[in-house]
């Protein structure tokens, strides 16, 4: 499951950023939202990748995570 939203991740990633499948996955896996995904206590990674993705975005666009 986590890896089908990790994948999904990466692919909005390419798609809205226009980023290399390399600097898609290095955005996703270097982010404070891949952190909080893994972390099991947050619950994140039961949610859609759109709303995970949400987060993500916010944290490309800010710099932080929101």
């Known amino acids: 499951m ?3 939203l990790l994948s999904e991740l990466v692919t909005m990633v390419m ?3 226009h980023y290399s499948i390399n600097e898609a ?3 996703v ?3 404070e939202t891949f952190s909080h995904l893994t972390d099991k206590n947050t619950g994140l ?15 490309l666009k800010e710099g932080r995570f929101c």
Not at 45 to 59: K, P
């Open 2 to 4: 986590q890896e089908d």
């Open 15 to 17: 798609e809205r950023w």
């Open 25 to 27: 996955l290095d955005t």
């Open 29 to 31: 896996y270097n982010s």
């Open 45 to 59: 990674y039961y949610q859609s990748a759109g709303y995970v993705y949400s987060f993500l975005d916010n944290e």
